[in-house]
């Protein structure tokens, strides 16, 4: 069955009384997509977050009158211009096309691979690691610079039979392929209930939900653990930053990201409290800071 689309771009604050506006006029659905490259990773607690500017699209039946809904929806929100409205007749293909030509498979490192659940891995694929997302849970699927830098931080690092933290763990991706990797435990944190249950779906489609363990951050296990990823925003980083060292067993890896370039000097600062062998590896605007936890005499020093 085929339908229209209606697609305009606005900002945050007004998209919650242009989506009810939208599903009073009959829409059948309502999406809210990133129109400027606005990452969102770790909300603090009770936020919703959405993006500063907004692609909202929303679908009606085909037989809907576009100039009616023009004419109402610029009544009901008087602000919005009919030219910032745009209109496309959607069939079913395109759904499933779109998601394909958007997200297709993707190596980080020298081992590790992101494939699509719709797109099966070659049959010899000698010593490759393939993680599969399936894309209606990804909350983070490697296609974003911050991701990508923690997956090649995971693919050039010894995981086997280790035990590792990922906070703010989104979708599962850092956690899997840490698994896929070798790790004999992830236990993944995150705020959003959602996230923690695409980390369990996506666990249970690659054959590692045995070995993750999901909490919200008031239920986290204490440490030690052997290494520690967290790919979330440069202030809770810097807040968190004694917890993380706390959670840490002397001289184990780390890597923090979700870091725009010029707020890494403060968290190196910050970090260097308690960790050594700082080091920092950009891709376009963002920033990986990877490290080592420090001995207990060498942090009291």
């Known amino acids: 069955m085929p339908w229209i689309e209606l697609s305009l771009t606005i900002h945050a604050n007004d998209q919650e009384r242009i989506e009810l506006a939208l599903e009073d006029l009959g829409a059948l659905s309502v999406t809210l997509l990133d129109a400027e490259d606005h990452p969102i990773f770790e909300p603090a607690p009770g936020e919703t977050p959405v993006w500063p500017t907004i692609k909202l699209?929303?679908?009606?039946?085909?037989?809907?009158?576009?100039?009616?809904?023009?004419?109402?929806?610029t009544d009901l929100?008087?602000?919005?211009?009919?030219?910032?409205l745009d209109f496309r007749d959607v069939a079913d293909a395109d759904w499933v096309r779109a998601w394909m030509d958007t997200f297709?498979?993707?190596?980080?490192?020298?081992?590790?691979?992101?494939?699509?659940w719709n797109i099966d891995p070659p049959e010899d694929s000698g010593d490759t690691i393939v993680v599969r997302l399936d894309p209606g849970l990804a909350f983070g699927t490697g296609t974003h610079p911050t991701t990508a830098l923690c997956l090649e931080w995971l693919d050039g690092i010894e995981l086997r039979g280790k035990?590792?933290?990922?906070?703010?763990?989104?979708?599962?991706?850092l956690a899997l392929a840490a698994l896929k990797l070798g790790a004999a435990e992830v236990v993944g944190v995150d705020l959003d209930p959602q996230a923690l249950e695409a980390s369990r779906d996506n666990a249970q489609r690659n054959g590692v939900a045995d070995a993750?363990?999901?909490?919200?951050?008031?239920?986290?296990?204490?440490?030690p653990y052997d290494l520690l990823v967290a790919?979330?925003?440069?202030?809770?980083?810097?807040?968190?930053?004694?917890?993380?060292?706390?959670?840490c067993k002397p001289g184990a890896p780390f890597a923090l990201s979700g870091i725009l370039a010029g707020q890494h000097e403060e968290l190196l600062e910050r970090y260097g409290e308690w960790f050594d062998d700082l080091g920092i590896a950009q891709r376009e605007d963002w920033v990986r800071i990877s490290g080592r936890r420090k001995s207990v005499d060498s942090a009291e020093k």
């Open 104 to 116: 297709q498979p993707m190596q980080f490192g020298r081992r590790l691979w992101i494939y699509p």
């Open 212 to 223: 993750l363990r999901l909490f919200l951050p008031r239920d986290c296990p204490d440490g």
């Open 57 to 73: 699209a929303a679908l009606f039946d085909i037989a809907v009158d576009r100039a009616g809904l023009v004419h109402a929806l």
């Open 231 to 247: 790919n979330i925003l440069a202030g809770p980083l810097a807040q968190l930053a004694p917890l993380f060292a706390d959670a």
């Open 77 to 84: 929100v008087p602000e919005i211009a009919p030219d910032q």
């Open 163 to 173: 035990r590792l933290l990922d906070y703010g763990c989104g979708s599962g991706v």
